[in-house]
């Protein structure tokens, strides 16, 4: 069985910026770490290695210091890494990453699952998995907790939803998305840190993965940032007590109307 998982490199939330010009996050010169949804992702993989004897093959679209969360996740037990970088997928959009990761996936071939993170911390879309799954015609799950069952042809999965979950069948090729419930991700091991030192990781651009590149970064993007600035905080407030509460009701229902919300 082939897995294929899609990890990110994030800027660490306590440190991220953005760039108000080009509506991106700066990702040069901040601390970065593997989006931890994706570390579910990646030991969900390595236990369907574990279970159906096949093997990982990690991938990751971003600039050549994303090799660093490639590396660690050989640390981990991933069998082969392919790092997408170029300066034509920057500034990509979830359209245009979806578009590039599916490429790279239909290059690698004979994939059985492709599991994602449920969503990255940095744009908090959750559409990019669904978009790969979209651009390669294959069926998805999103939001797995768990898999029940899976032969070399089909998958049985729960399916977080709220107040419950769902169970879902599908046969096999699938990509899923997966939330931190599904498992427990395993640290690096001393032999995987030594294998991911001396490990060579592909390095592919357009051409390598034959993407037409007006479907490719900025330019292939069809959702542009026009703008980006820090809301107003207003603290105007007003303060009714207990024998006022018919005033604070009319006071609130008023004030809904002005907002239109009611």
Sequence with gaps: ??????????????????????????????????????????????????????????????????EEALREVIGMGVDQCILLTSRDFAGADTW?????????????GDYDVIICGKQAIDG??????PGIAAQLGIPQITFVRKIDEI???????????????????????????VVKEINEPRLPTLKGRLNAKKAEIAHW????????????GINGSPTKVDEIFTPDLSKDGKIFNIEQLDAAAEEIVKKQKEMGLI
Excluded: W
Excluded at 96 to 108: F, G, N
Excluded at 205 to 216: S, T
């Design 1 to 66: 069985m082939k897995i294929i998982v899609c990890i990110k490199q994030v800027p660490d939330p306590e440190h991220a910026k953005m760039d108000a010009k080009s509506g991106t996050v700066v990702r040069e010169g901040v601390e970065l770490m593997i989006n931890p949804f994706d570390l579910y992702a990646v030991e969900e993989g390595l236990r369907l290695k574990e279970k159906m004897r096949g093997e990982v093959v990690a991938i990751s679209m971003g600039p050549p210091q994303a």
């Design 124 to 129: 908090d879309t959750a559409q990019v998995g």
């Design 96 to 108: 245009a990453t979806s578009y590039t990761l599916a490429k790279a996936c239909q290059k690698i």
């Design 151 to 177: 032969s070399e042809k089909n998958i049985k999965a729960e399916r977080l939803v709220e107040g419950g979950y769902e169970v879902i069948s599908s046969p096999l090729p699938i990509l899923i998305t």
């Design 205 to 216: 651009g357009p051409e390598e993965i034959a993407a037409d590149k007006d479907k490719i």
